[in-house]
């Protein structure tokens, strides 16, 4: 529960305004340090947290402007047109990318389908709040979701992706 309280007060101090910003900054870092125990870089453009999981693999997090794919993202799977990332998560051999488009749903989906048609599908799903789709290609697991709930009405695209290794 500290935990949880340290880091929510570092991202409540993280959005306010620049009067105090390097302050904020360095208290922010701190904060996210404790409460998850990796490495933590606030910037103008967004937050970067290193840390190792439960199993000893490093696990990177990053959010904002900043945000941009690890070295070791699959090259099969694309990024939607003139996406926007905003967060990118990395542990292992998976991955969690999350974008921003101001194309709706159907076009998101439409788009995976068609680009990663080589791929198995596994599950379709379309509801109120969400359209999803899980594919499969060898050992490589791709689940797209889009979401109307983003910013300016925009579609959120979730991208999680996982590797089994041999």
Known sequence: MKRLALLSLAVLLLSTG??????T??????????????AVEVKDDGVSIQATGQDGEP??????????LPEDF???VPLYPGAKITAVMSMGAGHTVTLTTSDDRDAVIGYYKKQLSGFKQLMAADTEEAQLLSLQKDKLTVNVSASRNGPQGQTV?????????S
Do not use: D
């Open 59 to 68: 696990a990177v997090f990053s959010a904002g402007r900043g945000s941009k």
């Open 25 to 38: 900054q360095r208290f922010t870092e701190k904060a996210i340090e404790k409460a998850t125990g990796g």
């Open 74 to 76: 699959p090259k099969e």
């Open 157 to 165: 695209i979730a991208l999680v992706i996982s590797r089994q290794e």
């Open 18 to 23: 620049a009067g105090c910003r390097k302050l």
